[in-house]
Nanobody
Framework: QVPLVESGGGLVQAGGSLRLSCAAS????????MGWFRQAPGKEREFVAA????????YYADSVKGRFTISGDGPRNAVYLQMNLLNPVDTAVYYC??????????????????WGEGTQITVVA
């Protein structure tokens, strides 16, 4: 069973907005934080944003700062990504992830422990 389930993907015009949601599915766990990654065709999975529950800190890739906002509910292991001013370069499959071990290298996909199956975002000009 996939531990995390994303929703909210779709097709949007450049300049538009979308809100992604991610929630735990069935499995019970405690996370130190959750985050979002994305992967475009032919490219590696890249960090988008993360949130640490204990201090409420948020982290963003430079490419999305000022346009994307991450938020969430730690006890429920739910995380959201509000995406504004979308442009075609944001087109990718977006994945939700959970950190169970308080990893420090948040930008590395390798340190995240649980993943969803992803949701497609397509931005058209």
């Amino acid at each position: 069973q996939v531990p995390l389930v994303e929703s909210g993907g779709g097709l949007v015009q450049a300049g538009g907005s979308l809100r992604l949601s991610c929630a735990a599915s069935g499995r019970t766990f405690s996370s130190y934080g959750m985050g979002w990654f994305r992967q475009a065709p032919g490219k590696e999975r890249e960090f988008v944003a993360a949130i640490r529950w204990s201090v409420g800190s948020t982290y963003y890739a430079d490419s999305v700062k000022g346009r994307f906002t991450i938020s969430g509910d730690g006890p429920r292991n739910a995380v959201y990504l509000q995406m504004n001013l979308l442009n075609p370069v944001d087109t990718a499959v977006y994945y939700c992830a959970a950190d169970l071990l308080a990893s420090s290298l948040l930008e590395s996909a390798a340190v995240w422990d649980l993943w969803g199956e992803g949701t497609q975002i397509t931005v058209v000009a």
